[in-house]
């Protein structure tokens, strides 16, 4: 397949290519680099540097192309309190030019990378895909009306679309900026660096960790089956407080945590865990990575948590086993 990666410098975005090109797919990405890395992009994907609100540049790029990943997006939930119209802009900006490129070169399919944030605070758990979505931060509006924008432009236009609400990825090379940096590459590199861990909260607010790798498997599976116009979650299905991850931290790496809880700021929703029962209907796709096994690939694959990743002796010998 000929294939387009928009944000494809990003986190998700690079695995993603990096995938498609080693299972001989012809891949192309566009980012601006606002917050993504080219470097370790494999050499056969096709990078341009570019705004995926470029109309014009998209037509160009697009020709030929089978399938569009669209993941170009301002991604920090905290950021975009600040800077609400810009978020929109690019989120859902970027989302419509992307659709009106696509009508007017004529490809068949667009996957969105949408988010679990949309589902905001809810009476139950865990979060399916027919609940009303209860924004709590511009970013999660803007995934809302992006998947909106998606779904009305896909109809009219005759191009086949899905959403996949992406809950909270991690794995190596996950990027660390020094403003609001994910959790789970912070606390690592707090906890080997003999740094403290801060707490929003009492860190019984819990996510959803999905490993990158089970990521990349559902957009792949989102962008080959022939389900359409549909939103997907795609997580660990596996509930998991901050308290708790602090301790799956701790045995894995064999260092003791030192944590500093911050009752005074808000540690965000409650409760967060993906259903997964229309990732498996429609994709056949169930995540294979477990939370343990995760964080233990990220320290022996990241070169920023060498040279001693620590892992627990009983933990690795029950990994080789699974092996």
Not at 147 to 161: P, S
Not at 205 to 221: G, S
Not at 276 to 291: G, N, S
Request: glycine share 8%; net charge neutral; proline share 7%.
């Amino acid at each position: 397949m000929r294939i387009l990666i928009t944000g494809g410098a990003g986190f998700i975005g690079k695995a993603l290519a990096n995938r498609l090109a080693a299972q001989g797919h012809h891949v192309r990405v566009l980012d601006d680099l606002s917050a993504g890395d080219p470097e370790g992009l494999d050499p056969r994907v096709i990078f341009t540097r570019g705004d995926v609100r470029d109309v014009p540049k998209l037509w160009s790029l697009l020709q030929d192309v089978e399938c569009v990943y669209h993941l170009a997006a301002r991604v920090s939930v905290p950021e975009s309190i600040l800077f609400p119209r810009e978020y929109n802009d690019v989120n859902v900006g970027g989302t419509v030019s992307m659709m009106e490129a696509i009508r007017t070169v004529g490809v068949r399919r667009i996957v969105l990378a949408s988010s679990g944030t949309v589902y905001g605070e809810q009476n139950s758990q865990p979060l399916h895909e027919d609940m009303r979505p209860n924004p709590r931060v511009p970013y999660a509006v803007t995934k809302i009306a992006a998947e909106h924008y998606l779904f009305t432009l896909g109809t009219l236009y005759n191009v086949e679309t899905l959403a996949l609400r992406i809950f909270n990825a991690y794995g190596p090379g996950q990027p660390l900026p020094v403003s609001y940096p994910p959790v789970i590459p912070h606390f690592l590199h707090q906890l080997l660096g003999g740094g403290s861990l801060v707490v929003h909260g009492s860190g019984e607010q819990t996510r959803d960790f999905v490993y990158i790798d089970d990521v990349v498997d559902a957009l792949i599976a989102a962008g080959q089956t022939e389900v359409t116009h549909k939103i997907i979650n795609v997580g660990s299905g596996e509930e998991t407080s901050i308290n708790d991850l602090i301790h799956v931290l701790e045995e894995v790496t064999g260092r003791r945590a030192h944590v500093l809880y911050n009752p005074q700021q808000n540690g965000g929703v409650s409760r967060m865990v993906a259903d997964l029962t229309r990732a498996r209907e429609y994709l056949d796709w169930k995540p294979r990575i477990p939370l343990r096994e995760g964080i233990y690939r990220m320290l022996s694959q990241d070169p920023r948590f060498a040279p001693e990743p620590h892992p627990m002796p009983a933990y690795e010998a029950r990994l080789s086993r699974r092996r």
